[in-house]
């Protein structure tokens, strides 16, 4: 395998719609999840499950296997009020009272596989629910919760009193501790749920989410939002002893970002090369190579971190050796599990001089779960052409890893990414290298101010800066993108650039051969 093989790397997250051929496996891994298969769904649940409301039930797939699924019927809520039974608002689990015309999403069960809990997979479950409830314009989303652990406590409080401790944190519950970490507020603690919950003494709670871009049924019209939130990390380059310390640093801040729910998470160009500073190594030459070595490493490690913390990581760059030739290449790893990766174009004086890097060929527009995206690493920023092909295919954001040595540097790099969100209609996301690697040539100093960057409008960031951090310290700055925001600028902006650019006397083409030319007609 090639330093920059991922074939035997990826392992693919896709969360879908349940199938017929899915059920056995799902009944499986009920009797895992439960470990009580008395209130777990049988065959024929699922089954009339899927004939009723086949978009309701989803499922997660990783590397072929069934992992997580979860079951749901829309209602009219108002008709059952707050205190029903699982059976009275489920139909037992049949849902033969689903109603295409109901207000509100439904929860009926929810299980995730023993095995794969620290990969978030209930919180991709729940995020599945409310895509469905926003595809139906539903108000809200409602389900009765267990409380596993009241079993251990009822001797001492009441159900209700139970629910309010783990609220203030006093206590914990897998469940419910779980279910508010991912946004659900408690409405009510209700009693004789589910009589077959043995651990909750038949107790559930009502909870609760409501569906911010819910539209009832009015004359009025509203805008839609397509809100991105995306998380630049301003990366320091400090002594490390391993390459374990590396990956340690790095998923600090995809922690970080995920707890925050980024989609994005972005890091620096080159910020690899911070493993020089236990490798020994001085020549500069030598010394990509030796980080080469470590691409395999570095695949696996943000391939597990974007599936684990179900976040999109754009990993930097990494230097890749490939028939004998060096590259700087950027990968996107996306949250299903899939890879992309996007070349350096163009190539430094001094990456050419001291470290023989090699350019490529083509502008990668790569198509994520949050629009389509380009990235154009350092110094490519700083032509643009490549911004204007990427947009020409469709790409709504561009993101910027960079690494500068001085305010020179860095500079050229912000003013550039701003300049390409101005002309192209588009945000860019720059994420730059801070801190001293003394005995590493061309990494020794580091100068940013990492940002994310809009168009000039009214309806956008007046000065253009949707959020940026101070000058040369470590930290993440997180900001949020609203995609249709921006594809109404480029249609009803103040000034239209795109709609307007002289087709007639220049334009930007793709020959046949990979390569870019720019025609003066």
Known sequence: MSSSDISNIEKKLIVRNTRPEDIDNIIKMNKLGFGNADIAFKREHFESQLKIF??????????????????????????????????????????????????????????VHPEYRQMKIGRRLYEARRQICKRFNLESILFGGRLPNYHKY??????????????????????????LMNGFKLRKVMPNYLPDDHASLKYATLMEWKNPDYLPETNELYQRAYPVRIAAIQYSMKEIKSFEAFVAQSEYYVDASSKVRSDFVVFPESFTMQLLSFLGETVPSKQVRRVAAYTNDYLRAFSDMAIRYSINILA???????????????YLFHRNGSIDKQYKLHISPDERKWWGVQPGNAVNVITTDCGKVAILMGYDIQFPELARIAVDQGAQLIFTPFTAQDQQGYLRVRYCAQARAIENQVATITAGTVGNLTQVYHMNTNDARSGIFSPIDYSLAADGVIAEAGANIETMVVGEVDLEALRRNRLVGTVTPLEDKRDDLYRVEICNKPHVTFVNS
């Open 54 to 111: 086949p978009e309701g039930q989803v499922c997660i797939e990783y590397d072929g296997e069934i992992v997580g699924s979860c079951s749901s019927i829309i209602v009219d809520f108002d008709e059952y009020g707050e205190d029903h039974s699982f059976d009275e608002i489920a139909d037992e689990g049949f849902i033969r009272n689903h109603d295409p015309a109901g207000k509100n999403l439904y929860g009926i069960e929810v299980v």
């Open 154 to 179: 009822a001797d001492q409080m009441s159900a209700e009193q139970y629910a309010n401790e783990v609220i203030k944190q006093n206590l914990y519950d897998p469940v419910l501790t779980f279910q």
């Open 316 to 330: 930097g760059s990494q230097f890749v050796e490939e028939n004998g030739s060096l590259y700087n290449v950027s």
